[in-house]
């Protein structure tokens, strides 16, 4: 599976921008998908995930209520609206996707995570 994120940029603080990540094959019911992201001198680090089923959605507590993790299986791809953003979410986001349906502490390990996409870099001024 091959994955392109795109749709990041710079934007001022209280701003919004849309992730899109868009896969080469369909995810069956089972996958997971999921944001990283990796800023400044920190590790990569969970965002968001869900499985493909839908169902729960998980969030790193710093981005619950501003950010939504979204998936459309019929056009391969899965979003990630981020509202009210703030300059500490400056990063850069990586979509990723796995063939296990993980839970709620597993979906949060890279090392659960199969595919990988290119990553895009978010900037939020101050």
């Known amino acids: 599976v091959q994955l392109q994120a795109s749709g990041g940029g710079l934007v001022q603080t209280g701003g919004s921008l849309r992730l899109s990540c868009a896969a080469s094959?369909?995810?069956?019911?089972?996958?997971?998908i999921a944001w990283f992201r990796q800023a400044p001198g920190k590790e990569r680090s969970f965002v968001a995930g869900?499985?493909?089923?839908?169902?729960?959605?998980y969030y790193t507590d710093s981005v619950k209520g501003r950010f939504t993790i979204s998936r459309d299986n019929a056009k391969n791809t899965w979003n990630l609206q981020m509202n009210s953003l703030k300059p500490e979410d400056t990063a850069v986001y990586y979509c990723?996707?796995?063939?296990?349906?993980?839970?709620?502490?597993?979906?949060?390990?890279?090392?659960?995570?199969?595919?990988w996409g290119q990553g895009t870099q978010v900037t939020v001024s101050s």
């Open positions: 990723a996707v796995t063939t296990r349906g993980l839970i709620a502490t597993t979906i949060r390990w890279q090392t659960e995570y199969n595919y």
């Open positions: 094959e369909r995810a069956t019911n089972s996958y997971t």
């Open positions: 869900t499985r493909s089923s839908g169902g729960t959605k």
